[in-house]
Every structure is written in C-alpha cells, then in structure tokens.
C-alpha cells in the first residue's frame, strides 16, 4: 500500500507546532495548485512566496522538490488505490487489467511533466516517489499476473514494462496536450497492440 507521508509530524523533528503545521498546509495546497497550472516544473520560490512563507521555510519541510511533489499527490494516492479496489470487484481479469491500467495513466497525469520525475525515481531505490512507484508496479503486477493466468495477456510482458508503457502514454498525453480520444486510442494500442485480430 502507498505510504502516506506524515501530516503532522516532521520525521527529523518530531511533533509539528500549530504555525508550522499551517505553513505545511500553506505550501501543500499552494504546491498543489501551482503544480495544476504550471506542471511540475513551476518555480519553488514561487511556490514559497504565494504560501506567504521564505524559501528557507519550504525547504526546512521538503528539501526536494521531489518530497514536495510527493506530498501534494497523497489525495490522488489515495484515489488510485480505491480505483484498485474496485478494479478487484470486477470479474472479468481482462476487463480489471484494462480499468487499472486506465486509473494509473490519469494518476500518471495528475501534473504536465510528474512522468519524467516518475521515471527518475522508478531508477531510484530511496525516495518518496520510488515508494510510490514500486507499489504501483506491485498493483500492475497483481492485475497482470490475473490476466496472465486467464490467457488474456503474454507471459513474456513483465509488471515493470507495462508500467513503463502506461507511463510514456502519460508523456505524450502530457506534452501533446491529448484530448480524450487520443488518450483512448493510444491506451488501446497499448492494452491490444496494433495488429488486427
């Protein structure tokens, strides 16, 4: 399951003072927003600034723009999992394969530009992303697996490069600014390939 990072505590300092939990909650949603409208490059000075606290005070609770990303993409976490749940309910492998790997190329794109830092850290062994990452891969593996095991997918396909897939669909889909009908076509061609049955 995805870790969730803590709220209300900072791991090197323990217990979080009432104002320093509000600057926390100050640059997490002004992070959020900033990161909707300008991906996932946008200025942490800025970031800093329209949260009305010094750089310093960002970076005292994330040091990297990678831990602050990480934290903002806890609510999307928290959907993509429940996705996974319901995925689960579905009775037909085939079928929850494709309902999973729909939930994780919109979670994929939650941010213009969050696959590149995704795919830093899937090299990564020791980050808040390739935390998340490998239990992303570790879901796509148990839908796969099922899907395998029916006859609906390849043996030879592993969980990593399916995941992969999913993730370069989230590039385009990002750079090109997609709209839903590429977006379906190109998960298409991932989910049946480009040969006619």
Not at 99 to 111: P, S
């Amino acid at each position: 399951m995805i870790s969730d990072p803590p709220r209300e505590t900072d791991p090197l300092r323990g217990p979080l003072r009432a104002d320093a939990r509000r600057n926390r909650d100050s640059i997490l949603r002004t992070a959020a927003r900033l990161f909707a409208a300008q991906g996932v490059e946008t200025s942490l000075d800025e970031i800093a600034r329209e949260a009305g606290v010094g750089p310093a005070t960002l970076y005292r609770h994330f040091p990297t723009r990678e831990a602050l990303l990480a934290a903002t993409l806890i609510e999307r976490q928290s959907e993509v999992l429940a996705n996974a749940d319901a995925a689960r309910t579905i009775g037909s492998a085939d079928e929850a394969l494709a309902v999973w790997l729909g939930a994780l190329q919109d979670y994929l794109c939650t941010y213009d530009g969050l696959p590149t830092p995704v795919l830093a850290a899937v090299r990564e062994d020791a980050s808040l992303l390739a935390l998340s990452c490998e239990n992303l891969i570790t879901l796509t593996s148990e839908f796969l697996a099922r899907a395998q095991a029916e006859g609906h997918a390849r043996t030879t396909i592993t969980p990593q490069d399916l995941f992969l897939s999913v993730l370069g669909i989230a590039w385009v889909v990002n750079r090109t600014k997609a709209d839903s009908t590429r977006k379906d076509a190109l998960t298409s061609i991932i989910a049946k390939g480009y040969r006619h049955d």
